[in-house]
């Protein structure tokens, strides 16, 4: 057994499976880029077979990753492997991860498969995968209410196959730390070969214990691989938190006595920029990247700090890269300064005319706001607020009128195909008066699931960022709008959404 743990983080795969999510080929290269920054040890890029766009954007990962493995899932069958492995062709170092469910009920009622013939299927695939590439992770899914019996025998086989990394879900967020924990130590006693692979722990949270989980299974299970992601971003209640994970193996070095590759100094970057890009906003009193994380209110408290910070203080707010904000450029910064902001914060424009676009952007919002933080260039690049030629729907200009005791009213100029309409509504206030003027129009048909307004950097003189899900026949999008006025950061945020309602996306899902 190793001292070291695996960080192996999935935001761009399993998170970006929570409905209204999806993220664009460039949103997930950048935050993968963060993720390499972070020293994870492997970023699990996303589901290559899943749709062209999933494919394109591992391969792009691939080729721009250099330090960390790069992973695709891919089903148990060939063609899925296949297109992981031919997206993973540029990476420095490549693994491919294929899963089949193994718990009765998955077996019988999802995939009508006999529990032979899914043994057979998970030991052809690790077979296939690893003619293709050296690093083999399987996953069991469903693996935690699965007989165990006869996961340890599917587990032997694929051992006997080549596969390098046995992962264990608990897909479903069922498990409770001391029996998840034991249950990874019965897997690794009980499998004749547990010793030629390492095993990983991959925990939904829908009980509130995914990380409390993981943890088990590492400490109790041996388990030397975490599957994580930044803010707990996944499906229905998400996954095992990458900030938590890391903090706690590293803060109780005491006890779990664990070294890591990871540089903590990159965790609040990370998850402000997924949570800029994806519009789940994170909840403040979210442990170690929550706004009130490291404040400190009360008077005991307060006094406490002054005299000695470790009275109730484990973990130093910048050792995680809390750090006052830096008012990085203004009205008057060119281009390249510009530009080189970008690099710093790992952004990495794909053309010039994306850079251009961006700056006009930037510029715009100077004018009108005298200090500009990291968090505003963030918003600013992040997937949305930038509207390029392939979006459907475009913000031009807006004027709304309120007055209390009157019903409010708006005009919104936009573009449909870079064509420009004018809509005009009234509402119950103003920006249900915007949104409604763009729908005179478009007729979507969409229902709003979720509206939610967040100041990016705090004060009244920030800018609002404004999240918008939209769902309609079955598909939920959501999109993001930041600027110092709400109500037009509303109506970006909605033209944003539907531009990626009215776009042509063919995901498969990997579970269910
Ligand atoms: O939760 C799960 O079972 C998964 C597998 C595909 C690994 O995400
Ligand atoms: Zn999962």
Not at 285 to 313: C, P, W
Not at 419 to 426: N, T
Not at 486 to 499: D, F, G, M, P, Q
């Amino acid at each position: 057994m190793t001292d070291k743990l695996i960080i192996f983080d999935t935001t761009l795969r399993d998170g970006e499976q929570s409905p209204g999510a999806s993220m664009t080929r460039d949103e997930k290269l950048r935050i993968a880029r963060q993720l390499e920054r972070l020293k994870v040890d492997v970023i699990e890029a996303g589901f290559a077979a899943s749709s062209n766009g999933d494919f394109e954007a591992v391969r792009a990962i691939a080729n721009a990753v250099r330090e960390s493995t790069v992973c695709s899932l891919a089903r148990a069958n060939d063609r899925d492997i296949s297109r992981a492995a031919e997206a993973l062709r540029g990476a420095a170092r490549a693994r491919i991860h294929t899963f089949i469910a193994t718990s009765a009920l998955h077996m019988e009622m999802k995939l009508r498969m006999s529990p032979e013939q899914v043994l057979e299927q998970a030991r052809l695939s690790v077979k296939f995968a690893r003619n293709l590439v050296d690093d083999v992770e399987f996953s069991p899914e469903d693996g935690y209410r699965s007989d165990v019996d006869y996961l340890c025998r599917v587990l032997e086989a694929v051992i006997k196959e080549g596969a390098t990394t046995i992962n264990v879900p608990d897909t479903v967020g069922y498990a409770v730390p001391e029996l998840y924990g034991e249950f990874i130590r019965t897997l690794r006693e009980r499998v004749p070969n547990s010793d030629k692979a390492i095993w990983s722990v991959h925990c939904h949270n829908d009980l509130g214990m995914a990380v409390a989980n993981s943890l088990a299974g590492v400490k109790i299970g041996g388990a030397r691989q975490v599957e994580c992601t930044i803010n707990g971003l996944g499906e229905r209640a998400g996954n095992c938190s990458l900030e938590e994970i890391v903090m706690a193996v590293k803060t109780r070095k005491d006890y779990f006595g664990l070294e890591m590759n990871i540089d903590p100094l990159h965790i609040v970057a990370a998850s402000k920029m997924v949570s800029q890009t994806t519009g789940f906003v994170v909840q403040p009193n979210k442990a170690v990247v929550g706004a009130n994380a490291f404040a400190h209110a009360s008077g005991i408290h307060q006094d406490g700090m002054l005299k000695a910070r470790e009275t109730y203080e484990i973990m130093r707010a910048e050792d995680v890269g809390w750090s006052a904000s830096k008012m990085v450029l203004g009205k008057l910064s060119g281009r390249n300064a510009f530009k080189q902001r970008l690099q710093e914060l790992g952004i990495q424009m794909e053309s010039e005319a994306e850079v251009n676009a961006a700056f006009s952007s930037f510029k715009d919002l100077a004018d009108r706001k005298s200090e500009i933080f990291d968090e505003d260039i963030l918003a600013l690049v992040s997937g949305d607020n930038v509207t390029l030629d392939k979006d459907q729907f475009g913000f031009v200009s807006m004027s709304q009128r309120s007055e209390t005791g009157e019903r409010p009213e708006a005009v919104v100029v936009f573009t449909i195909d870079g064509k420009e309409v004018k809509a005009q509504s009234d509402g119950n206030g103003p920006v249900d008066a915007s949104l409604k003027a763009i729908e005179t129009h478009v007729k979507s048909g969409a229902e709003m699931v979720l509206y939610s307004v967040n100041a990016i950097s705090g004060s009244t003189e920030s800018q609002g960022e404004v999240t918008v899900r939209l769902q309609n026949n079955g598909r939920v999008v959501n999109g993001v709008g930041a600027d110092p006025d709400i109500i037009v950061a509303s109506v970006k945020a909605y033209l944003s959404a539907l531009s990626k309602l009215h776009s042509k996306a063919d995901r498969v899902a990997a579970q269910g």
